[in-house]
């Protein structure tokens, strides 16, 4: 089916990628005691679906769409102040993030065990780029900067690393089913 | 969720709205890096003047920007209120216990709040002058000169184009699913953990599903009518450098010596 051209395809896929990220980090789910943002949860959702390199480069997209000060960080925000400013690194950080977490999946099985060791190894990378960016731009100790940037967000984290595995999942077999994905991960 | 779509674009006509997007990209960035020059009261007040005076001249109402400030104000006040409080020399104000606060600290603390709001303020200016569309085609010129190291610039445009056009798609597709999903039953926020988990699955499947469908049609579409990746491609939007663009660059320049200039001033008093 797809044998022409199929780098328009990986091209239209990352950037609607991007787009889903973006309308998803807009959405706060309501989960009781501690609500899920949307936006970690796209960037592990992207990797278990598209895999390394096509979830990194969608998340190049959404960090470039934001940097030319298109709204689509959580809460509506936008604009390079957001991505040079204290709270910047956990957005580069979805770049590694999504690769890291395609590539253990692709290395492996996609099974729900992997899927959830990939997701939470692709998390603490997020908060520890986070954390970095934190540290330098507003000058805090690096204890401060792990206490403020990566503790909080563990056990959330972890909530939406198994959701994000799961619904991959489910989603990224139901694309194959439906012949949706192009073969990315051998020949693209 | 409007607000995605169309961005935070303010219409207008006003001289900043009609800048180049590429001046208006490098005016943005070159100021917040220029920000860290300032060390002093003189160099803050140079930076505020101008910081005003692009805020003034976008004819965007104040309020609109404060609006960009509100959502960053808890970051901001609590990074504030942690350099005061570990900022240690000159006149100690107030002492109690490990909480020192000194006169070094009040100004570090006072610096970085002004330092923040004039980055939020300045890149704000662009936002709501420039049309999304016009920033990554402006975005887009600038990365031009990576193509001579094998950067697909192109092909980057292309994919933030796409993106911005599915994004309202997309946002409808969501809101179509939600409603479909909730006449059929779903309650959402409801329920225990598992089970609201397991709600997110009929909002999960048909949106990507459907995305992805979208895209195969969208790229059917384009081979049909022969698109071709790596062929030079003309564009419909036209970038011009104008007089005015010049000008905006010569006033950036002209801040820099200023800087430079009041920093001297600064350490001889």
């Given amino acids: ?188 | 969720m409007n607000k995605l779509i169309l961005g935070r674009y303010f219409p207008g006509e006003s001289w900043v709205h009609q800048l180049d997007p590429r001046a208006k990209i490098v005016a943005a960035v070159y100021f917040i890096f220029v920000l860290f020059l300032a060390n002093n009261w003189q160099t803050y007040v140079l930076l505020w003047a101008f910081t005003f005076i692009a805020m003034r001249y976008s004819q965007v109402p104040i309020r609109i920007y404060l609006r960009g400030v509100r959502p960053l104000l808890y970051l901001i006040l609590f990074t504030v209120f942690l350099q005061i409080l570990f900022t240690a020399g000159g006149k100690i104000y107030f002492e109690w216990g490990p909480i020192v606060i000194s006169e070094y600290g009040l100004i570090n603390g006072f610096y970085i709040f002004c330092r923040f709001v004039m980055i939020i303020f300045v890149s704000t200016v662009v936002t709501l002058t420039t049309k999304p569309i016009d920033l990554t085609d402006g975005i887009n010129a600038l990365l031009k000169p990576l193509r001579k190291m094998k950067v697909p610039v192109d092909e980057i445009a292309l994919m933030l184009s796409i993106s911005l056009r599915f994004i309202p798609n997309l946002l409808d597709e969501t809101q179509k699913v939600m409603d479909a999903q909730r006449a059929r039953g779903t309650e959402f926020g409801e329920g225990s953990l598992l089970k609201q988990m397991k709600t997110l699955v009929p909002i999960f499947l048909p949106l990507f599903v459907s995305s992805l469908n979208r895209a195969e049609e969208m790229a059917n579409v384009m081979e049909v009518r022969g698109y071709q990746s790596g062929a030079t491609r003309s564009s419909f939007r036209q970038l011009y450098w104008k007089h005015r663009d010049s000008v905006c660059l010569c006033v950036m320049i002209t801040l820099t010596l200023g800087l430079l200039w009041l920093r001297n001033e600064g350490l001889f008093h």
């Fill in chain 1, 1 to 188: 089916m797809n044998y022409t051209n199929s780098k328009l395809r990986v091209i239209i896929i990352c950037g609607i990628f991007a787009a889903l990220t973006a309308i998803l980090a807009q959405i706060t789910i309501p989960i009781p005691v501690v609500p899920i943002s949307g936006q970690t949860l796209a960037v592990g959702l992207t990797a278990t679906i598209i895999g390394s390199r096509y979830g990194a480069i969608a998340m190049i997209c959404y960090a470039l769409l934001g940097a030319a000060g298109v709204p689509v960080f959580a809460g509506l925000k936008g604009g390079a102040q957001i991505l040079l400013g204290p709270t910047g690194g956990y957005i580069f950080g979805f770049i590694l993030t999504a690769y890291v977490t395609g590539l253990i999946l692709e290395k492996t099985k996609y099974t729900l065990t992997m899927a959830m060791i990939a997701n939470t190894v692709g998390m603490l990378i997020t908060l520890i780029f986070g954390a970095i960016q934190l540290k330098f731009v507003l000058d805090y100790t690096w204890a401060q900067a792990i206490g403020t940037g990566v503790f909080p967000f563990i056990v959330v984290g972890l909530i939406k690393a198994f959701l994000a595995s799961w619904l991959g999942l489910a989603v990224r077999k139901r694309l194959l089913q439906a012949k949706l994905l192009p073969q990315f991960h051998k020949a693209a």
